[in-house]
């Protein structure tokens, strides 16, 4: 059974830097699209940048320039590099197997918390 697993959380300055990790066991997911997504408290949950099997990225306007997904791989793990972190970034973030344009494969993890302080 595949499951993907959430890291690298924890608390921020406003500005400062967190790499988030996601690595999957059971399976290899180097031919699949991987999706980072957020959920801030009191709000849906969003795709914040995508890594396509070939290496094609995509972001969500609001991270653009500041965020960074890259995947390993040999390690099968995706990261999500964020830097200069603002406190509207503040959210539990996750990581899915995407298919199409929105649909998720697998059932949602604990996440990693993120908070930025300002």
């Known amino acids: 059974q595949v499951q993907l697993v959430e890291s690298g959380g924890g608390l921020v300055q406003a500005g400062g830097s967190l790499r988030l990790s996601c690595a999957a066991s059971?399976?290899?997911?180097?031919?699949?699209?991987i999706g980072w997504y957020r959920q801030a408290p009191g709000k849906q949950r969003e795709l914040v940048a995508r890594i396509s099997s070939g290496g094609t990225t995509v972001y969500a306007d609001s991270v653009k320039g500041r965020f960074t997904i890259s995947r390993d791989n040999a390690k099968n793990t995706v990261y999500l590099q964020m830097n200069s972190l603002k406190p509207d970034d503040t959210a539990v973030y996750y990581c899915?197997?995407?298919?199409?344009?929105?649909?998720?494969?697998?059932?949602w993890g604990q996440g990693t918390l993120v908070t930025v302080s300002s």
């Open positions: 059971g399976s290899t997911f180097s031919v699949n699209d």
């Open positions: 899915n197997r995407m298919i199409g344009p929105t649909l998720v494969v697998y059932a």
